[in-house]
């Protein structure tokens, strides 16, 4: 569902960013295009795809939590 400039307006406001009429313009193409990079990743079928409990396969070390002088 693209934006309309009226939404990228409104956005703008609650974000308090005052934008030209140029930046609106570009920032709904912009925003846009991010929408329909998530509507296809969205289309992916990852119904075989175990989810992750973390991105990388790293360890966190864990250390004791105490008081220390810095």
């Known amino acids: 569902m693209p934006l309309s400039p009226d939404e990228v307006r409104r956005i703008a406001m609650l974000a308090r960013i005052d934008l030209s009429e140029a930046e ?9 295009a991010i929408f329909g990079l998530i509507e296809k990743l969205q289309a992916a079928d990852t119904s075989g795809v175990a989810p992750m409990s973390h ?8 250390r004791e939590d105490t008081v220390q002088e810095t």
């Not at 609106?24 to 846009?32: C, R, V």
């Not at 991105?55 to 864990?62: F, M, N, P, T």
């Open 24 to 32: 609106i313009t570009a920032a709904q193409g912009q925003l846009n």
């Open 55 to 62: 991105a990388g396969d790293a360890s966190v070390r864990l």
